[in-house]
């Protein structure tokens, strides 16, 4: 909650989409609260979409500039998101190896960084000088699209 | 092995779609930038997954236990491949529990054997099946989830923990056998009797040379024998009362394995009625096979709702022997074996009634109507005392935190100087 509070208070916005900005933050933070204490899922996941889509208010009506905090933001995002579903695991007063809880910690502690890495490495590539022509744009485009369906291809294969 | 997907694997690819395409509409690299994480972890969480073929073994220390006394168990999980994150379960039966370490938390490396000892203590008397092993593991990104149910059931008998006692309630007549109780009537013994005179055919080692000097005529010493006699703990399964975790019948099998215990240890024979909505004997027998039989049967015995109406017709008649002693446990809850007990005592047998209390059980209630019917309650169970004691029962009151040796002393006190009544 900590963290999620932290990233809900950073985008510096200021002008007439600010009162949505603290509105979506406000929510995406109720909606977190109330799964932490319930233990649900989706209103954990609705949360972490609020949060996400208060980030991109900021650029709908934000400065040009890449924002070069980006992927401190994607590695406090994820850690969120890491800490939220670990709280909704369903929890036993088991006994257990200290070893298993600090690799657990060690394992979203290198989650973290290789999502700013991650983040890092996407913001460097935007911002490389490719062109602008109109199939560079549709290559970004169907590249996306076919990264989520081999995604979701796992997923479903999975579940 | 069930295998399932976590929440948060449906959730992370939702969030990276929503975040690539916001940044695609928006034509923000921060929104990609942001999403893309949660693709690469779910992706790389995936595909690491592997199923952990997992196995698990079970040791029982013992597959006897005292009431009361603790049984080492030994769970021993294996995987083939290495599970991050596995909680395991012991599955225990009420009346059985452990401060050991279940459940567990543990990691496993890939053919890791890993085994943890857990003291069970046995709680309460029973017959229990102890085994039922759940696993779920976890892999390292926390993606899929597998469970798997391991039935390694091996049977655990826990005996009731009886109380010493020092002396028995005697029958009025003892059989035909050899044992060690006097009896009442004369014959070859050890326990002097009387001075009679010598009749021709008794043996000359007999002769009580004193009292012939005396009287000038030969007379010869009598003698009681030691005789066995037969016992039948009569259980009353129908109904019980019962608060939390304790209960008159826990008792009443405690009890009746203690009295089981000694009066085979004077060589009687004993048998054992259970008699509920479920009926069950045991014919009378000597010796320790006996014991073990009769605490194995009355570690089944246990209360079967039942509204048929049942006598003492339904108990089969060798398992009530002509001249045994009928030594009923009950907490006189049950019309059914109330009406039974005061049957067999028309019949001619020799009846005690240990009733086992029900009153550490029962609350009197708050209002004042509650507290009214619990003293109608109470003046009923007085009646049915008052009954059997008519037709010449001693019934004695005893309550589970008191001695079972005060019960049978109060009983032998009744016994002592109440006149028998014979059919």
């Not at chain 1, 799964?35 to 009506?61: D, E, K």
């Not at chain 2, 240990?354 to 708050?366: A, F, L, Q, R, T």
């Not at chain 2, 009214?372 to 001693?394: D, M, N």
């Amino acid at each position: 909650m900590v963290t999620a509070a932290a990233l809900g208070a950073y985008p510096p916005l200021e002008g007439t989409l600010r009162p949505l900005s603290l509105v979506l933050g406000g929510l995406a933070l109720a909606f977190l609260a109330a799964g932490l204490a319930g233990r649900w899922t989706a209103p954990v996941a609705t949360g972490l979409t609020l949060l996400g889509a208060q980030y991109a208010v900021l650029f709908s009506a934000g400065p040009e500039a890449v924002d070069e905090w980006t992927p401190f933001y994607a590695a406090g995002f994820l850690l969120s998101a890491e800490l939220s579903f670990w709280s909704t695991e369903p929890r036993v007063p088991a006994w257990s190896d200290l070893e298993v809880v600090l690799r657990r910690v060690g394992t979203v502690l290198a989650a973290c960084l290789g999502a700013a890495g991650i983040a890092a490495v996407v913001i460097i590539a935007a911002g490389a000088s490719l062109g602008d022509s109109l199939v560079a744009e549709a290559v970004g485009l169907g590249s996306a699209v076919t990264a989520l369906a081999i995604l979701a291809g796992l997923v479903r294969r999975l579940r | 092995m069930k295998r399932a997907a976590a929440p948060k694997l449906r959730v992370y690819p939702a969030l990276a779609a929503v975040g690539v395409l916001a940044g695609l509409a928006l034509g923000r690299p921060e929104l990609v930038a942001l999403a893309a994480p949660f693709a690469v972890l779910a992706a790389v969480g995936v595909s690491l997954a592997q199923e952990p073929e997992l196995r698990a073994r079970l040791v029982l220390g013992a597959e006897r236990q005292v009431e009361g006394e603790e049984v080492l168990v030994e769970v021993e999980v294996f995987a083939s491949r290495s599970v991050e994150r596995l909680t395991g379960l012991l599955a225990l039966p009420a009346g059985l529990r452990t401060d050991g370490p279940n459940p567990f938390f543990i990691r496993l490396a890939a053919g890791e054997r890993r085994s943890l000892e857990l003291p069970l203590e046995c709680e309460r008397w029973g017959a229990y099946g102890v085994g039922r092993v759940l696993l779920r593991a976890q892999d390292a990104l926390g993606f899929l989830v597998s469970e798997a149910t391991f039935d390694l059931q091996q049977p655990l008998k826990v005996y009731p923990s009886g109380e010493s006692l020092r002396s028995l309630l005697r029958p009025l007549e003892t059989q035909v056998f050899a044992g060690n109780q006097v009896a009442r009537v004369r014959a070859d013994g050890i326990e002097f009797a009387d001075l009679r005179p010598f009749v021709p055919g008794d043996r000359v080692r007999r002769v009580n040379w004193r009292a012939t000097a005396r009287r000038g005529v030969p007379w010869v010493n009598e003698s009681h024998p030691e005789r066995n006699s037969d016992v039948v703990l009569f259980l009353d399964t129908f109904a019980e009362a019962r608060l939390g975790a304790a209960g008159s019948l826990d008792a009443s099998v405690r009890a009746a394995a203690a009295l089981a215990e000694l009066y085979l240890r004077e060589k009687d024979r004993v048998g054992l009625v259970s008699f509920g909505g479920v009926l069950n004997w045991l014919t009378v027998s000597s010796g320790p096979v006996q014991l073990y039989r009769i605490v194995d049967s009355l570690l089944d015995a246990e209360i079967w709702l039942s509204y048929v109406w049942k006598d003492i017709d339904v108990i089969p008649t060798r398992t009530l022997p002509p001249r045994a002693l009928v030594l009923a446990l009950t907490p006189l809850l049950d019309d059914r074996a109330i009406g039974a007990l005061a049957d067999l005592r028309t019949r001619g047998f020799d009846l005690a009634i240990i009733e086992v209390s029900p009153m550490p059980y029962v609350e009197p209630g708050k209002t004042e109507s509650e507290r009214l019917a619990f003293r109608v309650w109470q003046l009923r169970r007085e009646a049915i005392r008052s009954r059997y004691r008519s037709l010449g029962v001693p019934v004695v009151e005893w309550q589970d935190d008191v001695p079972l040796e005060a019960a049978i002393e109060e009983v032998r006190r009744y016994r002592r100087h109440a006149r028998t009544v014979r059919a």
